[in-house]
């Protein structure tokens, strides 16, 4: 257990609506990062949050959003989806201060567009 | 800009036999390596990582690394495969001169290990 909690685990969805992902981090951890797992572009990075505010931006969708709260927990957006969405989201979360930790990996969010 | 390349999609190795998982990685400055496992239906999993120093790395389960500066590589090795290594093995890199705060990994696209009994 890495101590990353992800919720939901599946969601299943139609085109054109919007879902929210929600993430918490390791006890401590003050940075968080998602990233979508598909088969053909494998894992791809889309943001990081660090204690509140966005660190980096990597393949992010416009219809993607994501926010850090006060309490670290985080949370992504997205909508209008399309059937191209449907991926394996986790997000992940790292010592605070240094760069040389590794990540640790939340199980996932599995989301099915239909 | 910094990426990793894993020139096999699958490995296939006899229970006993070793095993090696390629990888190679392209940064500005220096690397921080990182090797993950994916088990089915499960979160990636921090094997091992090499940030300085010795060139070879140990890590979790038996597995290492061994990092070659000259080649850009960072294979991932294991003197004896046991079928529950069967899983998606996934090489990632840190480039020392990204921005401040900014620590996301960049991730190969994975290698599919079945270990064959």
């Known amino acids: 257990d890495s101590g990353v909690t992800q919720t939901p685990k599946h969601l299943i969805t139609a085109t054109g609506q919007r879902v929210t992902l929600r993430c918490s981090p390791r006890?401590?951890?003050?940075?968080v990062y998602w990233y979508q797992q598909s088969l053909d572009q494998g894992l791809q990075f889309l943001i990081q949050?660090?204690?509140?505010?966005?660190?980096a931006k990597g393949n992010i969708l416009e219809r993607f959003s994501a926010q850090q709260f006060p309490d670290l927990h985080s949370e992504l957006n997205l909508s209008s989806l399309e059937l191209g969405d449907s991926a394996l989201y986790f997000c992940a979360s790292s010592v605070v201060g240094t760069s040389i930790g590794e990540l640790f990996f939340g199980e996932g969010s599995r989301l099915t567009v239909l | 800009a910094q990426s990793v390349a894993q020139p096999e999609d699958q490995v296939n190795v006899a229970e006993g036999n070793p095993l090696t998982v390629k990888c190679t990685y392209s940064?500005?400055?220096?690397?921080?390596l990182f090797w993950y496992v994916q088990y089915p239906n499960r979160g990636l999993q921090f094997l091992l990582k090499?940030?300085?120093?010795?060139?070879l790395v140990k890590g979790s389960y038996g597995f290492e690394a061994e990092f070659n500066k000259s080649q850009t590589s960072f294979h991932l090795k294991k003197p004896s495969a046991l079928v529950s290594d069967s899983a998606l093995y996934f090489c990632?890199?840190?480039?020392?001169?990204?921005?401040?705060?900014?620590?996301?990994?960049?991730f190969g696209k994975g290698t599919k290990l079945s270990v064959i009994p």
């Open positions: 990632a890199v840190r480039d020392m001169e990204s921005g401040a705060g900014s620590y996301q990994l960049t």
């Open positions: 949050y660090y204690n509140g505010e966005e660190r």
């Open positions: 006890s401590g951890d003050l940075s």
């Open positions: 940064v500005s400055g220096n690397p921080y």
């Open positions: 090499y940030i300085t120093g010795d060139n």
